[in-house]
């Protein structure tokens, strides 16, 4: 009985320990944060929770949206055992340990048991191969969470078994909120003492979270522990937020769908001429941890893919820009990035020359191959003059203006057609100088 008394005690001393985020964690489905999409009245997900109808799942999106709560909240609502489980420590034998003990679960007491991995991406082919036949033959519900996107990360066989429902950052309306209801949980602490938040404070906290619950929550904790309690009451003020979140955090993987998303961003906001939205994307990449060459890489492709010849100077300028960075390094090499970034973004557009050598490539690969005219031959080895090579070629400089028709083995305006912006218009103009000087001296001459 002693023994008994102990271990409850034990357990009363952890919960009260444990982390705020852990202690008020949802006991219902409305108490979830955000997910409308998928967990609102009427939705897939929810009339399947509620009908204890849940098959296994895979749950995606970023840290702190909910995914962890919710598969806890599955197995409360479906009175099912939960076996957590971290794909960074557990290996297939505790898998399979755990999987056998959920089978004399299901045969003796009729319970199913829900099998929770987190970071379900970080487990190898082998571990999510041996995950197969239970999920498939129902000895488990699978419940696996993952900051991934899981077409990239889990394995077809699984994915082919399980429901993929994506979880979306929450908003600062939503974290908000949370952090009203963790003020008014009982399980908060501080039983006998009036906890009070400014709307500022917790507005603060909430913008500075960037859509993550635990770290709103751990911050609110943090609040709550460092400020001294008078007379009964303890406020949490603007300040005090502030000094809990000393500087924002951004959720970025720099291998994962974040890294992709922002340089995709970047880069079709150059190419949409926005140098306010360039610029906030590449502060974005370069604040959480990218390289400075990633970036500059990203401008000289954007200034000959985007910008091409309406502009020559863009692609000189990214190329400075990126050779500039290569020995001046950060945090200095902001700069350059920012004034090479904002040039290319404001610059006329052109792929013409992108579109060009596509074109050229697509011939080259699809139809005949077409030799070089012999006039255009090289004439430098050895036997090349006797054999007729280079006979007959005209070089333009000896001619009026530079140039002379004559021909180059395809004709002009095939692949490359320059538009009217920036100094193409020039390059326009110049060409279709050269087309009517051509179809002139193609012309018969009048007879007298």
Same mark, same amino acid.
């Given at each position: 009985m002693s023994e008994d008394l102990f271990e409850h005690s034990a357990a009363d001393r952890l919960k009260r320990e444990a982390p705020l985020a852990r202690r008020v964690a949802p006991r219902s489905l409305d108490d979830l944060a955000g997910q409308e999409h998928i967990l609102g009245p009427g939705k897939p997900l929810r009339r399947a929770i509620e009908a204890d109808r849940v &098959?296994? +799942?895979? +749950?995606?999106?970023?840290?702190g949206c909910g995914k962890t709560a919710l598969a806890r909240l599955i197995a409360m609502r479906t009175e099912s055992v939960f076996e957590p489980l971290n794909a960074v420590t557990a290996g297939v034998k505790e898998l399979r340990e755990l999987i056998a003990a959920a089978h004399q679960r299901r045969i003796h007491a009729q319970q199913k048991t829900i099998v929770f991995v987190d970071e379900i991406h970080r487990f190898n082919r082998a571990q999510q191969d041996a995950l197969l036949p239970d999920v498939e033959n129902g000895k488990i519900v699978l419940i696996g969470a993952t900051t991934e996107n899981p077409f990239f990360s889990v394995v077809s066989p699984l994915l082919s078994r399980s429901q993929i429902f994506e979880f979306r950052k929450l908003e600062d309306a939503d974290l908000v909120r949370l952090l009203e209801r963790a003020l008014a949980h009982p399980e908060r602490g501080f039983p006998e003492v009036t906890v009070e938040a400014a709307p500022e404070a917790l507005a603060h906290i909430a913008r500075y979270a960037e859509g993550d619950a635990r770290r709103a929550l751990n911050a609110l904790e943090v609040a709550l522990l460092t400020t001294p !309690?008078?007379?009964g009451r303890l406020v949490i003020s603007e300040a005090v937020a502030g000094e809990c979140i000393a500087r924002k955090m951004l959720h970025y993987d720099g291998t994962g769908d974040e890294h992709y998303d922002a340089a995709s961003a970047f880069i079709k906001s150059l190419r949409g001429s926005n140098p306010d939205a360039a610029l906030y994307w590449m502060a974005r990449m370069l604040e959480a941890g990218e390289t400075p060459r990633f970036v500059a890489r990203r401008i000289c492709i /954007? =200034? /000959?893919?985007? !910008?091409?010849? =309406?502009?020559?100077? /863009? +692609? !000189? &300028? /990214? &190329? =400075? =820009?990126?050779?500039a960075c290569e020995f001046i390094g950060m945090p200095e090499a902001r700069i350059i990035l920012a004034q090479a970034a904002t040039y290319v973004a404001c610059a006329p557009k052109s792929n013409a020359a992108y579109l060009g050598i596509d074109a050229a490539l697509a011939r080259v690969r699809e139809e005949r191959t077409t030799d070089a005219p012999n006039h +255009?031959?090289? *004439? $430098?080895?050895r036997g090349a003059k006797r054999l007729g090579r280079g006979a007959g070629y005209q070089y333009p400089h000896d001619f009026p203006g530079g140039y002379t028709p004559q021909d180059y083995g395809v004709n002009r305006g095939v692949f490359? $057609?320059? *538009?009217?912006r920036g100094h193409e218009a020039l390059i326009r103009a110049y060409l279709e100088s050269l087309d009517e000087r051509d179809r002139a001296e193609q012309e018969p001459e009048p007879h007298e």
């Open positions: &098959t296994s +799942l895979i +749950l995606y999106g970023p840290p !309690v008078e007379d /954007a =200034a /000959a893919e985007d !910008v091409g010849n =309406a502009d020559p100077m /863009a +692609l !000189v &300028t /990214a &190329t =400075a =820009a990126w050779q +255009l031959r090289d *004439t $430098h080895y490359y $057609h320059p *538009t009217d």
